[in-house]
């Protein structure tokens, strides 16, 4: 049966269904033909990549010794020279060019030059280095293996483009190196830090993605519904409150690869779900965290690019400690160039704010005004990394006090290139105060604030039995994969990003195509 055209894709240019036909009746040929244009099993002996590096700078003689190769990929690129042909077929490790011949094929050189790029084949055959000096498989048998329909696009970029990229990642992916190089380096990073840890004695742990009671971070929730036990169920905002269950249970030092949901917008840093790891080390405060951060960071600029420094989005950024670390009102006071402090009335803050050009978004609320300030004057000049410590309790209600100060907690934030990469406390392990903290963010949020934490009773059951003086941390690993791989936006990092509906209109005032949403 003839196969049947594709309706027309809003997504692929005006003449790609006229190709796609095309396609289509290749494919009915090599159905005629009593070929298979999607086979099954092919036995890989080689990867491209492997005999790439094994062998480009090879005597002849090497070469020749290698002996019979079997490979299956991707054809990314075809050139026609009568009885000969050339192509470049890709698999996962990179990419090597084919020839063949005429007189070698036989009967099925045809077939061979009728492939598209697109297709998958395997195909066996023996290396040789052409005139040019290129290492090359001379084909003597192929496969085809999944015939191609949708011809692959010649260019794939610019700002038109980029909704198509992250919506079709299977597409960006094929075309696009440094995309694939991206993300194999965001494995890669995974990777180290899994051994990073494993190293230090941290154990690893899961721990529930759907919980009774959504905490250890102040964020809006997903909510579901279980029916079995007829409960409402909350993706979880943050793994903290069940590893340091674990703590109490005698596990000192443990961590969790984590994805984690928020209900929130989208933007260049965010996306509903992201991947974090967080980890807990008894008897550690955070001082002890900020030191293992930078060993952290230092050793994962090392082993993945080879170099203490990156290039994030042109500025030059050296990960060597020490690193700078300021308080939180220290450097509030230095962007406003006046004393602030815990106790400083609004109204002398929102003046000063004000004569700062700072947007105010609540006049009469300390609290907002410490965030505006910092959102506005302090974060953008945080470039070089920079732990900002010693926050107020109102912004901290996990960690705990300092000692000699309990109006400030045990917390830092490492920010680089302007970005917040990790959050880290002393955490508390007073029962009785943070029963009060989770009574106060209880009014907050009767009080309209959706992000404020709940009160978790069995959390505080737990902190009863005993929890001894812990050091927690959260890194975002897409931020951190957005650094090494200077990428501008989170959803270059996350394989599939969250969008909108292919489509539909966006109501007027929303973000269109290719554009952040507020």
């Known amino acids: 049966m003839t196969a049947t055209p594709p309706p027309r894709d809003p997504g692929i240019p005006g003449d790609a269904n006229e190709l796609f036909r095309r396609r289509l009746a290749k494919l009915d040929t090599l159905r005629a033909r009593g070929v298979d244009p999607f086979g099954g099993?092919?036995?890989?002996?080689?990867?491209?990549?492997?005999?790439?590096?094994?062998?480009?700078?090879?005597?002849?003689?090497?070469?020749?010794?290698?002996?019979?190769?079997?490979?299956?990929?991707?054809?990314?690129?075809?050139?026609?020279?009568?009885?000969?042909?050339?192509?470049?077929?890709?698999?996962?490790?990179?990419?090597?060019?084919?020839?063949?011949?005429?007189?070698?094929?036989?009967?099925?050189?045809?077939?061979?030059?009728?492939?598209?790029?697109?297709?998958?084949?395997?195909?066996?055959?023996?290396?040789?280095?052409?005139?040019?000096?290129?290492?090359?498989?001379?084909?003597?048998?192929?496969?085809?293996?999944?015939?191609?329909?949708?011809?692959?696009?010649?260019?794939?970029?610019?700002?038109?483009?980029?909704?198509?990229?992250?919506?079709?990642?299977?597409?960006?992916?094929?075309v696009n190196p440094r995309v694939r190089e991206a993300f194999i380096l965001k494995t890669r990073l995974i990777q180290a830090l899994r051994a990073f840890l494993d190293a230090r004695g941290f154990l690893e742990v899961e721990t529930p993605m759907m919980q009774p009671i959504p905490g250890g971070a102040a964020a809006k929730p997903f909510q579901t519904h279980h029916n079995a036990l007829d409960m409402p169920l909350f993706l979880r905002i943050a793994p903290e409150l069940y590893l340091k269950r674990l703590v109490v249970g005698g596990l000192e030092r443990v961590y969790e690869v984590n994805r984690s949901f928020r209900n929130e917008g989208i933007s260049t840093q965010h996306n509903p779900e992201f991947t974090m790891l967080e980890f807990y080390q008894a008897y550690a405060d955070y001082n002890d965290l900020m030191d293992l951060t930078e060993e952290m960071l230092l050793h994962l600029a090392q082993s993945l690019l080879g170099r203490t420094e990156i290039v994030y989005q042109g500025d030059t950024v050296s990960l060597a400690p020490p690193w700078r670390r300021v308080p939180f009102f220290q450097a509030l006071s230095q962007a406003l160039d006046a004393p602030i402090e815990p106790a400083t009335p609004a109204s002398a803050l929102r003046a000063a704010a004000q004569a700062a050009g700072v947007p105010v978004s609540k006049p009469e609320d300390a609290v907002a005004l410490w965030k505006d300030v910092f959102d506005t004057l302090v974060e953008p000049t945080l470039v070089q990394p920079t732990f900002v410590?010693?926050?107020?309790?109102?912004?901290?209600?996990?960690?705990?006090?300092?000692?000699?100060?309990?109006?400030?907690?045990?917390?830092?934030?490492?920010?680089?290139?302007?970005?917040?990469?990790?959050?880290?406390?002393?955490?508390?392990?007073?029962?009785?105060?943070?029963?009060?903290?989770?009574?106060?963010?209880?009014?907050?949020?009767?009080?309209?604030?959706?992000?404020?934490?709940?009160?978790?009773?069995?959390?505080?059951?737990?902190?009863?039995?005993?929890?001894?003086?812990?050091?927690?941390?959260?890194?975002?690993?897409?931020?951190?994969?957005?650094?090494?791989?200077?990428?501008?936006?989170?959803?270059d990092v996350i394989f599939f990003p969250h969008l909108r509906p292919e489509h539909r209109d966006p109501p007027p005032g929303e973000a269109g195509e290719g554009q952040e949403a507020p």
């Not at 050339?86 to 990419?95: E, I, M, P, Y």
Request: hydrophobic share 40%; with cysteine; aromatic share 8%.
């Open 41 to 174: 099993r092919f036995p890989v002996t080689h990867w491209a990549g492997d005999i790439l590096a094994r062998l480009e700078a090879a005597a002849e003689d090497e070469i020749k010794s290698a002996g019979a190769v079997s490979l299956a990929g991707r054809i990314v690129a075809l050139r026609h020279h009568g009885k000969t042909c050339f192509a470049h077929l890709r698999d996962q490790s990179g990419a090597i060019q084919l020839y063949s011949r005429a007189d070698g094929l036989g009967d099925r050189y045809t077939l061979f030059t009728d492939l598209d790029v697109g297709d998958f084949i395997g195909v066996t055959g023996e290396l040789f280095r052409t005139r040019t000096g290129e290492l090359t498989v001379a084909v003597k048998g192929f496969e085809f293996l999944s015939k191609s329909l949708r011809p692959l696009p010649e260019k794939w970029h610019g700002l038109k483009d980029v909704e198509i990229r992250y919506r079709q990642r299977y597409v960006d992916l094929v």
């Open 389 to 491: 410590t010693d926050f107020p309790i109102e912004l901290s209600p996990l960690s705990r006090r300092k000692r000699d100060n309990p109006r400030l907690v045990d917390r830092f934030e490492l920010f680089i290139c302007r970005r917040e990469i990790a959050n880290a406390y002393s955490e508390l392990n007073d029962p009785i105060d943070q029963r009060r903290r989770f009574e106060e963010q209880a009014r907050e949020r009767e009080r309209g604030d959706e992000e404020a934490h709940w009160l978790d009773a069995d959390f505080l059951r737990a902190l009863e039995y005993g929890m001894p003086p812990t050091a927690g941390e959260g890194i975002g690993i897409d931020r951190l994969a957005m650094l090494l791989t200077d990428s501008p936006s989170i959803r």
